[in-house]
């Protein structure tokens, strides 16, 4: 599978598009998480 970006084209196998999907979302997932936690974390 060919994807074009905005500096380039690069193949790729549709399985490692989908688990690199995953995996970028997982993180962003926990860092969110960790953010929101941080910022509404009650001061002692």
């Known amino acids: 599978m060919k994807l ?3 500096f ?5 196998s549709l399985v ?3 688990l690199a999907t995953a995996v ?3 993180l962003l997932g926990i ?3 960790v953010v ?3 910022r ?3 001061p002692r």
């Open 36 to 38: 929101f936690r941080v």
């Open 4 to 6: 074009s970006w905005a």
């Open 40 to 42: 509404t974390r009650r």
């Open 16 to 18: 490692w598009i989908v």
């Open 24 to 26: 970028l979302g997982w």
């Open 8 to 12: 380039g084209s690069t193949h790729a």
């Open 31 to 33: 860092t969110t998480a």
